[in-house]
C-alpha cells in the first residue's frame, strides 16, 4: 500500500478508485471535476477492465469478483454506508494530519481492509467502483440493475454526502456570528 500510495502522491492524485478521486474535486474548481469525471475515472474503468482480462486470461479458475448476496437496496445501502464511513476517515485524515502520510496510509488501509471484511459477506465490500466494473465487464454483468445501483451509485452518493458532511462538520463559524 505505501508504494501505490507514494506512486499517488508523485502523481499528484494518480489511484486506484475513482471515489478518491471525486471526493476532493466535489468541492475544487469546475475545470478540475470535468477532468475527474472525463478523463480520470474513464481511464480508471478501462485500466479495470483491461486487468481483470489480463487477469483471467493468465489465471482463468481465480476470483469471479464481487456478488451481490442480499437484496438491491440492502445492497445499495450497506455499499453507501462502507463508502460514506471510508471517506468521512480519509477527510478526517487529510486535513488533521496532513504531513504524516505513513500514519495516514497505514490509518487508511487497516481501515479499509476492517470495512471491506464487515461488508464481504453481503456486497463482497468493494468501495471502488472502478475495481466492480472490470469484474463485471468481464462476466457480461455490466449493464445490470445491481451493478449500477449497488456498485456505482450508491457509492458516489455516499461520497457525496461524506463531502458535504465532512464539511458542514469542519466548517467554522466566523468571529462575527459566535456572538
Known sequence: MFVFAWLSKISKGGSYNPLTLLSPVISGSF????FTVCIRIPAQVLGSITGVKLILQTFPEVGHGPRLN???HH???TEGLLTFVIISISLGLAKNSPNSFFMKIWISSVSKH???KLGSDLTSGCMNPA?????????????SKEHLYVYWLAPIEATLLGVWTF???TERLPQS???
Open 31 to 34: 475545470s478540475g471535476f470535468i
Open 70 to 72: 442480499v437484496g438491491l
Open 75 to 77: 445492497g445499495a445501502l
Open 114 to 116: 476492517a470495512l471491506h
Open 131 to 143: 475495481a466492480v466494473m472490470g469484474w463485471a465487464f468481464a462476466r457480461g454483468e455490466h449493464i
Open 167 to 169: 464539511k458542514l462538520r
Open 177 to 179: 456570528q459566535r456572538n
